[in-house]
């Protein structure tokens, strides 16, 4: 088969997380279960309305804009898209056509065209449980109307399905970073369209997508797709196709509508608008946060973490933070922990690179910021995933769920703990499932409930030559050469520790008072 070279763009739409609606004073709530809570004379389409300008909304373009290192234009208007549809009660969506408020920007390689401003659509809902079954009614919900959209396009510089979805994800987390849009695409806060053609042929429109996963799915069938027809010698028709996420393909919709189709024109009830009029797009720059890219990058190099491992934390700024928070609170032991890598590697240059590589790789592996990683990551967050815990109420929105009790520095004491070799792993979790329950700090709970490792040499041999009186056949095998009754002997003094011995002590004294 010939090699066909795919090309693709995306438009993406996200819903901004303002106050209000685009043009009104209406709530903004994308979690209002009620239908038509949130409406208004300006949002229904009442004649004679008039739509004012949300400066939240353009300014969270704004930033988004500069994240992505896009101009801001200078002047900026917004047109009227006219069409028919029932959930769009003016019979045209409020815009952006020539004139949107960022040009350009560059992302993962993939440059950006423009990002612009609009306003959402209702919602059709085609049977209500109780009320109306498929095919007897359909009802529009307006809650969803004139909330703000924006929207972002690229140029068709993307390759494959699986570079559009790593595209798609990182624009998404920016979003989540930038606090413009909670951008989750199940809920359908996040919207992606990706065109997709082969060999600079006609391109077509893949809508109905409505997760990663559906991204990359779509765009790889549809790769596929146009292969078979081109090497069947049938022409690839531009159109419209929507992804049917159940049969695994796309469908086609109808042939590609043209902007002639929507006769655009100028909104003549805004004026055009100038946002550095309006906004300090210097300080709008200048106060752009730490992006994903450069958060992983940090924590890779701060904290010693794996690519892997920073950019797990990166995934989620709420635990990427927490992980910091707590990271801090471990600065004593990582000054003797640093100091320490500091020694081997002057250390090891005198013994040449390899020497000092092989150091620096124990080092890593032990530094309490792992330990932190691993009861973070795995422990802390199996425990929240299991009772739908959320570290914080900001953000998360109406979805429910417990905020975590454990401060970040109470984690880091935990570890400390660890670290220092008053706990072992064993006890280290039945005190974070505790703290995680009550919220108390790890060294109240260890006392309490006696978590504490005993290590104690003279406490431990107590418990070891009782173990030995107790178990005679045991230590005969052991005797004899039998390495398992070794195993079986430290898991019984681990008994009557309830847990809580050092085994390597009792391994160590064990063998001793056996020789
Ligand atoms: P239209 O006029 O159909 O809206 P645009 O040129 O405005 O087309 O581009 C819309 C989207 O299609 C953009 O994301 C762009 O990157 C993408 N696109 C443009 N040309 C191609 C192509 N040949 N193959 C795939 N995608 C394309
Ligand atoms: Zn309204
Ligand atoms: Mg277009």
Known sequence: MKDYQPTIGL???ATLNTQTKMFCDCL???????????VCPVCLGHPG??????KQAVEAVLRVGLALKGSVNPVSKFDRKN??????????????YDQPLITGGELLGVRIRRIH?????????????GEAKKGEASYVDFNRAGTPLMELVTEPDIRSAEQAVAFAKEFQLILQYLGASDADMEKGLMRVEANVSLDMGPKVELKNINSFKAVGSAIAYEIERQKGSLEKGVKVEHETRGWDDAKQKTVSQRTKEEAHDYRYFPEPDLPPLEPAKVFDVE?????????????????EREFKLSAEQAAQLIQDKQLADFFEAAESELAAHLRTYSAEATLAAKAGQDFGGQARDERETVTIEKTPQNLLFNYLTSDLIGLMNEAGTRFSAEGGSASGGDVLKIEPEELAHLIDLIADGTIMSRQAKDILRKMFQTGEDPETIM???????????????????????????????????????LQFLIG??????KGRGNPATIQEILTKLLR
Do not use: W
Not at 28 to 38: A, G, L, M, R
Not at 117 to 129: K, N, Q, S, T, V
């Open 447 to 485: 006392r309490a409930e006696g978590l504490r490792t005993v290590s104690d040499a003279g406490e431990v041999e107590q418990v070891v030559r009782a173990t030995i009186v107790e178990n005679p056949n045991a230590v005969a095998d052991y005797k004899k050469g039998k390495e398992a009754s």
């Open 83 to 96: 069409y028919f549809y029932p959930d769009l009660p003016k019979g045209y969506q409020i815009s952006q």
């Open 283 to 299: 300080d709008l720059r200048a106060h752009v946060p730490e992006l994903p890219a450069q958060k992983r990058a940090r924590f």
């Open 11 to 13: 438009e993406v739409h």
């Open 49 to 54: 309305a008039l739509p004012v300008i949300n």
């Open 117 to 129: 401003l609009e306003e959402d659509a209702g919602r059709l809902l085609h049977e209500i449980p």
């Open 28 to 38: 903004n709530d994308p979690d209002e279960e009620h239908p038509n809570q949130n």
């Open 492 to 497: 019984k003094a681990m008994r009557k520790f």
